[in-house]
T-cell receptor
Framework: DTEVTQTPKHLVMGMTNKKSLKCEQHMGHRAMYWYKQKAKKPPELMFVYSYEKLSINESVPSRFSPECPNSSLLNLHLHALQPEDSALYLC????????????????FGSGTQLSVL | AQSVSQHNHHVILSEAASLELGCNYSYGGTVNLFWYVQYPGQHLQLLLKYFSGDPLVKGIKGFEAEFIKSKFSFNLRKPSVQWSDTAEYFCAVNAGGGFKTIFGAGTRLFVKA
């Protein structure tokens, strides 16, 4: 199984709603990532978890709250979002980098297309 | 801060034409370099990767890329494109072997049958 599964595929929410995005992988990867991709732009890193601990937060606003409950799951909790947060949210996973192999390739999910009204 | 530049945002080719997509990065230390591809309606997937060793890297579907350290470049090539190569191509750089991979703006390739 080389898939990263994201749910839901589409989400529409109001600015006062609370919602969560989910991501799951069963490849034994211990690094998991959230990226944000606006239309016609490259993916931008938001968060990285390594061994279920938050390793990188790219100065993301607190209305985005990540969670890694176990080695297979990654969540992104959303609260009080703004219309400019509308984007494709991508989850990815990889092996943890080593000095021998460097950074391993990222396996991406298909993303959640989020619209904030 | 590291950055990645892709020179062409849109490329249109006829089948059997040769392809070269430019990618330059800014980072002075050890880098891992990647090309990812996103076919219409599909998720991002790896085409090829450079970590160390032979600077000419071969990937899937006949693609290759050459790492030229002195030029901070990692250009993607394919001798003869097919209609099925229509996709968006992203160059990506990971500096120092950590978790942070930075993507270029992407190049949309359209191959005319």
């Amino acid at each position: 199984d080389t898939e990263v599964t994201q749910t839901p595929k589409h989400l529409v929410m109001g600015m006062t709603n609370k919602k969560s995005l989910k991501c799951e992988q069963h490849m034994g990867h211990r690094a998991m990532y959230w990226y944000k991709q606006k239309a016609k732009k490259p993916p931008e890193l938001m968060f990285v978890y390594s061994y279920e601990k938050l390793s990188i937060n790219e100065s993301v606003p607190s209305r985005f709250s990540p969670e890694c409950p176990n080695s297979s799951l990654l969540n992104l909790h959303l609260h009080a979002l703004q219309p400019e947060d509308s984007a494709l949210y991508l989850c990815a996973s990889s092996q943890v980098p080593t000095t021998q192999s460097g950074h391993e390739k990222l396996f991406f999910g298909s993303g959640t297309q989020l619209s904030v009204l | 801060a590291q950055s990645v530049s892709q020179h062409n945002h849109h490329v249109i080719l006829s089948e059997a034409a040769s392809l070269e997509l430019g990618c330059n990065y800014s980072y002075g230390g050890t880098v891992n370099l990647f090309w990812y591809v996103q076919y219409p309606g599909q998720h991002l997937q790896l085409l090829l990767k450079y970590f160390s060793g032979d600077p000419l890297v071969k990937g899937i579907k006949g693609f290759e890329a050459e790492f030229i350290k002195s030029k901070f470049s990692f250009n993607l090539r394919k001798p003869s494109v097919q209609w099925s190569d229509t996709a968006e191509y992203f160059c990506a750089v990971n500096a120092g072997g950590g978790f942070k991979t930075i993507f270029g703006a992407g190049t949309r390739l359209f191959v005319k049958a």
